[in-house]
Every structure is written in C-alpha cells, then in structure tokens.
C-alpha cells in the first residue's frame, strides 16, 4: 500500500491532473482503510484516467487488482456528457448519494440530522446498556456504588500509598499538572510498574525498521522462536540440525550469527553498506547498531532496518527449507533483505531525500 500511495501522491506532477474541489489545499487524493480505498479527484476526463492508468500500473508491479463488481464512481456537479466518458473510461458503476460508509452519511451537499438517525439510535444502545452493565450487584439494586466509583477509591488508596499522607499525594499529584491540566502521560508514568531498561528498544523499534521486522526482532531478542532445540525440551522429538548450513544445532544464539549461512548473508548485508565490521552474536550487533544512530542522518537508519530484515529473512528462509523444501541461494536472500530495506527508507524519508537514498542504495 506505501508503493500505491507513492504512485497516487506521483500523478499530481502531470499538468492535466487536477485535485478534487475540497481537497487540493490538502494535497489529498486518496484514502486507504483496512482493504478499503477511496479516491478523490476533480471531475474531468484526464483526472480521472491518470488515477485509472495509476490503479493499472500498480497492478503490473505487485499483481493486485480491483474487484471490479465492488467499486462505485460517485460524481456530482459534472455535466451529464463529461459523466458519461468518466464512466465509460473507469468501466466502474455509478453510485447515487447519499451513501453511508462504516456506519456515517456521505452526501455532495449538507448533512442533516435524519441522516444520523439510525448512528444515534446504535450510540444510544450501547450507552444504554454501559449504564446497568458496570454497576456492581448492590448498585443494579439500588443504582448506587457503581464500578466506576470503586475504582476512583482504589485510585485515592493507591495514591495514599505512594505518599504516605493528603499533603504528599497532593504534591505527587501537581508533578503532573502543566498549564493548570494533568497531564495523562505523566500521571502514567507515576503509576506504571518500571522494569528494568532494554538496551535494545530502540534498535528494534526504530522508525526505520518495517513493523513486521520489529515484532520479529523483538521476540528475537527475548529468545522467543520456537528453534528446534527448544521443541526439543518441550518433549518434541526432532533431530536438532541447523537447516541453513547443516553443521550444527539449531539454537538462537547460533541462527544469529554463529550459523556460517547467516554470517556470509550478514556479511554481504554489510558489505552492501560499505561497513567492515566483524561480526559477533545478535545482543553485540544490536549493540554496535545503537553506537551508530547517534548520528541524525538519514544514512544511520540503514543499520536498524539492515538487522530487522536480515534477522526476519533468515528465519523466513529457515521455514521454507523445512515446510515447504525450497531452498534459495546467499544472494537471492540478501537482494530480498534490499528490496525491504529499500522500500523502507524511501516510505519513511520525505520525497526530497529520494533521489539521494536512491543513488547512495544503487551505488
């Protein structure tokens, strides 16, 4: 969806295509919800075939296509013969305001009050039944001594607790006070249990990293994955064999990066970068990683994104060979780990920076 909504945000550069009325100050011409997409564009032949050739290029390059018994064109404003060629260019159906969209009235013109009438009636429902549903049993009698209450109590007790007496919970209490508010993040922080800090947070959840990359490396860290010689101590009876280089167990510690497979692609990762660096064990390249994003450049986010899609492609190439008996060379994964690191830094830099991140990821 990040390669559509650059394609989208792309066609606004051709002098033909124009914004929608009420959304070109916003720079607006499309929203993605879920599997949903709503486009927005001024009603005119050329707008309209440049998003359409754009849905169509998209289709080339990651072969999704659009349903095209859901999708509905919504005009108003525009001529009966310039309407007329929009439909005949999209193929797509022509829907009639107004229409209701997760629940909410969409019209071309204002809004009114019967439109909201069966969203009320839901909202009224639900309030109705959050009434009677946190009551305790004494108050579903008496319509007294509500949950709500109880916790506000056990909120004043847990502030005595910390303390000690009024005056103290007072002062505790204005730590947390900015411009005459509290401030819900400070009141937080007061009152969460503190662990220990992780020195690697802010590697694995660095903006650089996809997502999917952080929650993998995160249960990385915390030696989470199900590797064999922990299926092993479970009562899982299976030969403990690293798949990737068929040389030793198959441990956490020696997927990343004891195994000779995962080192040469971590090399090569490496190598790509332009670092000399020797590798070590997972914990010292996080480690290493964290010494480099001092640095505010946007070149310091290829370490973390670099580790997140090497530690998640050799876990995903780990799969393959046992599941599905496919087997990839050392540089078919480290072009795949390109392509996400790739995509990443373009996604999460503003368009300025492409043509440097590009020329400097080419070079």
């Given at each position: 969806?990040?390669?559509l ?11 033909q ?8 100050k916003?720079?607006?011409n ?11 564009v ?13 849905l169509d ?12 018994e859901?999708?509905?064109i919504?005009?108003?404003g525009?001529?009966?013969n ?23 009235p ?11 009438t069966d969203?009320?009636?839901?909202v ?5 039944h959050w ?6 049993y004494a ?9 709500s209450?109880r ?13 000690g ?10 730590g ?20 220990n ?14 997502p999917?990359?952080s929650?993998?490396l995160?249960l990385?860290?915390?030696q ?5 010689d ?15 280089c068929?040389a030793d167990n ?7 990066f ?16 332009r ?16 010494g ?8 310091a986010q290829w ?8 530690v ?12 599905q008996g ?8 480290v072009k ?20 440097e ?7």
């Amino acid at each position: 969806m990040e390669i559509l909504s650059r394609i989208l945000r792309g066609i606004h550069q051709q002098s033909q295509v124009s914004y929608h009325p009420k959304c070109g100050k916003l720079g607006l011409n499309h929203l993605i919800f879920v599997d949903d997409l709503m486009l927005f564009v001024k009603g005119d032949t050329p707008s309209v075939q440049a998003i359409t050739s754009s849905l169509d290029s998209f289709a080339l390059l990651s072969g999704l296509h659009a349903n095209l018994e859901k999708p509905n064109i919504y005009m108003a404003g525009i001529r009966d013969n310039i309407k007329q060629e929009i439909l005949t260019v999209t193929v797509y159906t022509e829907g009639l305001f107004p229409f209701r969209y997760l629940g909410v009235p969409l019209n071309a013109g204002k809004l009114n009050k019967t439109m909201f009438t069966d969203l009320i009636a839901k909202v009224q429902k639900v309030l109705n039944h959050w009434s009677t549903y946190k009551l305790s049993y004494a108050g579903k009698e008496k319509n007294t001594h509500s949950e709500s209450w109880r916790s506000i109590l056990l909120v004043r007790d847990e502030l005595l607790n910390m303390g000690g007496n009024g005056p103290a919970a007072e002062r505790l209490l204005s730590g947390c006070v900015k411009k005459g508010c509290i401030q819900l993040s400070l009141l937080y922080d007061k009152f969460r249990r503190k662990g220990n800090p992780i020195s690697w947070g802010a590697t694995v959840w660095h903006r650089a990293v996809l997502p999917k990359h952080s929650v993998f490396l995160m249960l990385v860290m915390q030696q989470k994955l199900a590797t064999i010689d922990k299926l092993n101590h479970r009562g899982i009876s299976l030969v403990n064999r690293c798949v990737l280089c068929k040389a030793d167990n198959e441990t956490h510690k020696h997927l990343f990066f004891q195994c000779i497979f995962s080192t040469a692609i971590w090399h090569q990762v490496l190598h790509w970068l332009r670092m000399q660096h020797r590798t070590s064990k997972l914990s010292k390249e996080v480690h290493w990683i964290a010494g480099k994003k001092v640095r505010k450049h946007w070149k310091a986010q290829w370490f973390s994104s670099c580790l997140g899609a090497t530690v998640y492609s050799l876990w995903e190439e780990r799969n393959l060979k046992i599941f599905q008996g496919l087997e990839h060379d050392i540089d078919y994964v480290v072009k795949r780990i390109q392509y996400f690191v790739s995509i990443r830094l373009l996604s999460v830099n503003s368009p300025s920076k492409e043509g440097e991140i590009i020329g400097s990821l080419n070079a």
